[in-house]
């Protein structure tokens, strides 16, 4: 008898850039789909796709040029909130006492939208493990 692993497909990053436009993120994804989370291969559901003023900045404010002088221009920073199936979070979907969405405690994050990949994600059963099968 032999045994086999059961071999997960790999999945295609959907975001090749560091930065995604955001009217893009908001096109991708959408509250209510499912994802999976980054490193970690955490799932949830999206509850939250926005800015976030309370967290901080990823990226400088960029800098334009305006009759002659530097002029900053902020930019649309989006966030993705996660409620996570697992408590492998980090809040509960609130931020510095806004609330953005209800989650358990340790049941959300929020999240850079390169590191969420959105689509067929199913809440894992504890009993799916990967586990050697008899052939």
């Known amino acids: 008898m032999q045994s086999k692993l059961k071999q997960v497909p790999e999945v295609v990053r959907q975001v090749e850039e560091k930065d995604e436009d955001p ?3 908001k ?3 959408k509250v209510g789909m499912r994802c999976q989370a980054n490193p970690g291969s955490r799932r949830g559901e999206v509850m939250y796709v926005g800015p976030v003023p309370e967290l901080p ?3 400088r404010d960029e800098r334009k040029q305006k009759d002659g002088k530097d002029v900053e221009e902020k930019t649309e ?3 993705v909130g996660v409620k ?3 408590p492998v979070g980090k809040g509960d ?6 609330s953005y969405f209800k989650a358990n405690p340790k049941y959300a994050g929020f999240l850079n939208p390169m590191h969420v990949e959105v689509g067929d994600f199913p809440e894992k059963d504890a009993l799916d493990e990967d586990v050697d099968e008899e052939l």
């Open 57 to 59: 900045s990823r990226r």
């Open 93 to 98: 979907g609130t931020v510095k006492g806004k």
């Open 23 to 25: 009217a893009k993120t």
């Open 84 to 86: 996570f199936d697992e």
């Open 77 to 79: 920073e989006l966030w």
């Open 27 to 29: 096109t991708r994804i």
